[in-house]
């Protein structure tokens, strides 16, 4: 985006920093949370069939943690590899 693109050169190092870490941090709180309450309502429809192929609709629900899941791991990788190049 152009105006991520143009905050982040006429900040300073050390700002852009910051930013990225409170970003990256939010992210991790929300899918952390996301995942959490994903795995709930999988619990909460395990005896729910679907209507039109009578499978078990905690099944369909499943993607929300699990895309969670993926979604935190390559989060905290970016983080991991960040710090690694010295962002």
């Known amino acids: 985006h152009m105006k991520v693109d143009f905050t982040n050169r006429t900040l300073s190092k050390t700002i852009n ?3 990225f870490w409170i970003s990256n941090i939010l ?10 309450y994903g795995l709930q309502l999988v619990s909460l429809t395990q005896r ?8 078990p609709m905690s099944y369909i629900y ?13 989060t905290v990788e970016s983080c991991f590899n ?3 190049k010295g962002i």
């Not at 992210?27 to 959490?36: E, G, K, Y």
């Not at 069939?49 to 009578?54: A, D, E, F, K």
């Not at 499943?62 to 390559?74: E, T």
């Open 17 to 19: 920093d910051v930013k």
């Open 82 to 84: 960040s710090k690694r």
């Open 27 to 36: 992210v991790i709180i929300f899918l952390s949370v996301l995942t959490f």
């Open 48 to 55: 729910q069939l679907s209507s039109g192929m009578q499978i």
């Open 62 to 74: 499943l993607a929300i943690p699990v895309g969670g899941i993926l979604m935190l791991l390559f």
